[in-house]
């Protein structure tokens, strides 16, 4: 066991909040280290030079003497109230909270700037799910294709890369 983790738990063994099991385990460490046993000694001492002091009894009105002083102040330094902070403290506060978020701001957009976004010349077509005729999916598609006919309207191209290269939010998507 480290003599660090038994220390800290033989305090909290003198206060009873070590489980049994732990309790036997930090104890055992304790009768086998000289280091740990002589802490032990020492913090039952000093818990039985505590427990043999008389209590401290207080007045009634103690508590609302004690807050009418806080209240007032009494024993805050006057420079607590009525030192302004400087202009300069101010600017430098501000500039270093802007340039932790210029910071964060750069690191970000370089870190998207590694990911490789796909070249104008790279076009990648969004294809729709592989059907067969008579499938369930095709029978929309072809319903909108006579109607575009009917219409006059002419058969939609393909959505690629390239096709929104000129749309501004668009362009800068990455494909999944």
């Known amino acids: 066991m480290n003599c660090n983790t038994c220390r800290y738990e033989l305090s909290q063994c003198l206060d009873g909040r070590l489980p049994s099991g732990r309790r036997a385990t930090v104890l055992a460490h304790a ?3 000289a280091p740990c046993g002589q802490f032990w000694e020492e913090l039952q001492s000093a818990q039985r030079l505590t427990l043999s002091l008389r209590p401290t009894q207080v007045g009634g009105d103690f508590r609302e003497g004690l807050w009418e002083r806080i209240q007032a102040g009494e024993g805050t330094p006057d420079a607590v109230f009525q030192e302004p902070i400087p202009v300069a403290t101010k600017v430098r506060y501000t500039l270093s909270g802007a340039a932790a978020a210029a910071a964060l701001l750069i690191g ?15 076009e990648v077509a969004v294809t729709a799910p592989v059907t067969t005729p008579g499938s369930v999916v095709e029978q929309p598609r072809v319903e909108q294709a006579r109607l575009e006919q009917a219409a006059g309207l002419q058969p939609r191209a393909p959505v690629t890369n390239a096709s929104l290269a000129g749309t501004p939010l668009l362009s800068s998507a990455q494909p999944l």
């Open 31 to 33: 009768e086998a280290c």
């Open 108 to 122: 970000v957009t370089l870190l998207q700037g590694e990911r490789r976004a796909p070249s104008a010349s790279e």
